[in-house]
């Protein structure tokens, strides 16, 4: 009879059961932040404008009711004319007002940039922390981001002719890095502890070889490029790197979100995992391939933006429990929130001049840290 009662409990329970009240928080309050700095971001610039005016630009009815625009916005005026034309949409030019156009063509990227930045950083860093069972791990110190970093560097040094596919030459630096972190701490299997000191020793190593990239640099103008990739920011982004970012994201979250029930039986130990019939190093790589790749989209578009993927998936692990499938969607939802706000701190602490956002939120993610290593024991294991 029980056994009767546990099978119609598992046959009623809900595709959905595992969203919960604080996700559904993290959601909500994270949205609003990226609302509320998005409204802030398109409202300060060269052109000024007021709020209420900004806020009217970005629902402009015009934008809304003609699919077209938002089509040769999101696919580029090519593609986007030509599926406008394939779904029976019109392709006439829709005449825009100034602050519409000013909203749309030059703001708006830069809060998408920002929003997909986040999301990626965020989903890597928590398979990094799964896959290393270490909360401290993450892009930066896994060694990816530098691998990623010196790989554009070497595009916008030496191979400048290769900017069309920076997503692709930072996911492959990326992952180069990876597997040479893999390389070093491999000894008959992996261990979370030889992978973190594995990347600390590619991170340092990959970081002073872009250091020595600036001495090969002769156009300032290039310096000055390298430098922001370095430091993270969202400066001048457009519509382009909206473009080069989305269907990267569109492939890596999907895939985490597949891959979480894995990443919550790697959590129980390797021991556990085998015993279950998981096949660790097999499973832990392909894993580490998708955070590769989240972080390569998202370094290849605003260069290292340091912290995001550490402390965000920290932060919603205190908030949503450990289980992968409410973390994955809560970072998904918290990453964007976090460099969204940075940024707008980058874009006002300052004005008229602008921090990088990498700075910020080393900023905040610096103090985070220190306090939790004052309040909390055993910080580290997962």
């Avoid at 809060?111 to 986040?118: D, K, R, S």
């Avoid at 990094?128 to 040094?157: D, K, M, Y």
């Avoid at 260069?303 to 998904?332: E, T």
Wanted: proline share 4%.
């Amino acid at each position: 009879m029980a056994s009767e009662t546990g099978e119609t409990v598992r046959e009623f329970d809900s595709p959905l059961s595992w969203i919960d009240s604080s996700l559904v928080t993290v959601a909500l309050v994270s949205t609003a932040i990226v609302v509320a700095s998005g409204l802030v971001q398109v409202s300060f610039g060269a052109f000024t404008m007021s709020v209420g005016t900004a806020w009217a630009a970005v629902f402009d009815p015009l934008v809304w009711t003609n699919p077209q625009v938002l089509l040769r916005l999101f696919l580029g005026e090519g593609l986007g004319n030509a599926v406008a034309a394939a779904v029976g949409l019109s392709t006439a030019a829709v005449d825009l007002p100034k602050e519409t156009l000013i909203v749309w063509q030059i703001r708006m990227p830069r809060v998408l940039v920002g929003v997909l930045v986040g999301a990626n950083l965020a989903v890597s860093g928590a398979v990094f922390q799964a896959v290393t069972r270490n909360e401290l791990a993450s892009p930066f110190i896994l060694g990816v981001s530098a691998g990623a970093g010196l790989a554009i560097l070497l595009s916008l040094v030496v191979f400048s002719g290769l900017a069309a596919f920076l997503p692709l030459i930072a996911a492959g630096g990326g992952a180069v890095a990876f597997l040479l972190v893999y390389a070093i701490a491999w000894k008959g299997g992996t261990d979370p502890v030889r992978l973190v000191l594995a990347g600390v020793i590619v991170s340092t190593v990959f970081g002073s070889l872009q250091t020595g990239l600036f001495f090969f640099a002769d156009d300032l103008g290039v310096v000055q490029s390298a430098l922001a990739w370095t430091t993270g920011s969202l400066t001048g982004v457009d519509w382009e790197q909206v473009r080069m970012s989305l269907p990267w994201t569109l492939v890596a979250v999907p895939l985490t979100l597949v891959g979480a029930r894995q990443l919550n039986v790697l959590l129980l130990g390797e021991r556990t995992a085998r015993s279950l019939g998981m096949s660790v190093e097999r499973v832990r790589f392909a894993l580490s391939a998708v955070a590769v790749l989240a972080a390569g989209t998202a370094i290849a578009v605003a260069g290292i933006v340091g912290f995001v993927g550490l402390i965000v998936p920290h932060m919603v692990r205190q908030l949503v429990g450990s289980d992968y499938k409410r973390l994955v969607v809560a970072c998904v939802f918290a990453g964007p929130a976090l460099v969204t706000l940075a940024d707008v701190g980058a874009r006002l602490a300052l004005s008229p001049a602008q921090l990088p956002v990498g700075i910020v939120t080393g900023l905040i993610g610096g103090p985070y840290f220190l306090y939790l290593m004052r309040r909390q024991e055993g910080l580290g294991g997962l």
